[in-house]
């Protein structure tokens, strides 16, 4: 029983309606064909990257005042006060399991499309590094929640996740790497799947070669190392497959869907959910000029632009894998690090803002040193990817690099309930408790 993958087995069973799929007694789906194989990356558990909301809870883009420490003990209350367990109950391994679930089925994958029964070597080829890229953005949001931030002076000291290869479930659970280790594995194997990888897919649920670039430079990013980040932002925007769209080009009509959008790079979905603005991130908007506010925004009570919800049921299922807008403020913020200060800007002005302000109410954000710039940067990057799934990541590297501020949760009446301090263990969770049962010498984080 000490294994991880008899976590992962239950859902396994009930991952795939594919009529062709057969599964074993057990819960290991059977694939032999080249279709096989495609289904499982089809299959809406994968393209599902998040189970519900609860991803979203721990950052600082919304409140909650439903939620209260004292009275309710839950997945989403957990996570919304950082407590140190996410999982509701000791059974209930919640995110840890939804990640790992996903992973067991790309294992399938990377086990065995090799020896399908059909298909050519490069369509074999090119699943096989789907499957990679995939896997590596599980493994990101795994380390977001329970790994520390990364830094480059102790990643070697601390502790990232098991990395699961194989879906034998009589396999020894693979021991807890580094943080170092997890993030160099994802480096290696998105620079292995590149080559395989199409220019162009079937649709942008699916990995392509500016996919995989995408997830490096957000990768790098997180790990701090800039010029990696800058040269695979690059490398997406030379591929030339995306492009911003023009907000004031849909005013009236809907966004196009995100899986067929030329602005979006890779698609992970969740349910459409609907959030109240912090006021921290309300703040961040000219609530009367800013298109994003008009496209996602819902007030909550006639003419009070204080009180907002984030609802983009009435506009489009929303991108929380990668979008064209990210890639472009991860290379304007590595321009902004090295000092590069008027190319940052000039990123965020002629590619993001204009397409999000008309033409009579855009203004230029400006700066005149490189910590104003990294500042508008990010202030930028903020309200862009506002609960697209990258916030929590944001927050633990802006905290390493002490740039984030306190978060506190608030109560109806006004009063502090918890508050978020800067350099808090709480920027990261515990190993579920029932993943500790089953691997009794699994290191613990730091609490």
Not at 122 to 129: C, E, F, G, S, T
Not at 322 to 334: P, R
Request: a positive charge; proline letters at 6%.
């Amino acid at each position: 029983m000490k294994r991880i993958f008899l976590l992962i087995v239950p859902g396994m069973m009930l991952s795939s309606c594919n009529k062709f799929l057969e599964v074993k007694p057990k819960g290991v789906i059977i694939a032999s064909t080249i279709n096989d194989y495609e289904a499982i990356l089809n299959d809406m558990t994968i393209v599902n990257v998040f189970n519900g909301k609860s991803p979203l809870l721990a950052t600082d883009d919304l409140t909650d005042q439903t939620q209260s420490p004292q009275n309710q003990i839950s997945l989403d209350a957990n996570l919304y006060f950082w407590n140190p367990y996410i999982n509701s109950t000791p059974e209930k391994p919640e995110i840890w399991l939804d990640a790992y679930q996903r992973i067991a089925s790309l294992n399938v994958i990377t086990e065995g499309v090799m020896q399908a029964e059909n298909g050519t070597e490069q369509k074999k080829k090119a699943l096989y590094a789907e499957a990679l890229v995939s896997k590596a953005y599980c493994y990101m949001h795994l380390l977001s929640f329970f790994s520390p931030a990364y830094d480059p002076k102790t990643a070697s000291k601390v502790y990232g996740v098991p990395y699961m290869v194989s879906t034998d479930i009589s396999a020894p659970t693979p021991p807890r790497l580094t943080l170092g280790e997890s993030c160099q594995q994802l480096v290696k194997d998105l620079q292995a799947a590149i080559p395989d990888l199409p220019e162009t897919n079937v649709n942008t649920t699916r990995v392509t070669v500016a996919a995989a670039y995408a997830l490096l430079s957000r990768l790098y990013l997180y790990m701090q190392d800039y010029p990696q980040a800058l040269k695979y932002a690059d490398l997406v925007i030379a591929a030339k497959s995306v492009r911003m769209l023009d907000y004031n080009k849909f005013l009236g009509n809907a966004l196009p869907a995100s899986n067929i959008s030329p602005d979006e790079v890779f698609v992970r979905y969740t349910a459409n959910l609907q959030f109240k603005y912090s006021a921290d991130l309300l703040q961040q908007y000219d609530t009367t000029a800013d298109l994003r506010i008009r496209f996602f925004a819902v007030r909550n009570v006639a003419g009070n632009p204080a009180m907002m919800s984030y609802n983009s049921a009435r506009t489009y299922i929303p991108n929380r894998g990668i979008t064209y807008a990210e890639v472009l403020l991860t290379k304007a913020e590595c321009l902004a690090r090295q000092g590069s200060i008027n190319a940052a800007l000039e990123i965020v002005n002629e590619d993001i803002r204009k397409n999000r302000f008309t033409p009579a109410k855009y203004q230029p954000l400006s700066a005149s040193t490189t910590e104003e710039a990294i500042t508008a940067v990010l202030g930028e990057r903020r309200r862009e990817l506002a609960f697209k799934g990258m916030r929590w990541m944001d927050m633990k590297r802006l905290d390493q690099d002490k740039r984030m501020p306190a978060v506190k949760r608030i109560a109806a009446n006004g009063s502090t309930l918890v508050t978020l301090e800067p350099g808090s263990l709480r920027y990261t969770y515990q190993i579920p408790l029932q993943v500790q049962q089953f691997n009794p010498t699994m290191p613990l984080n730091k609490q």
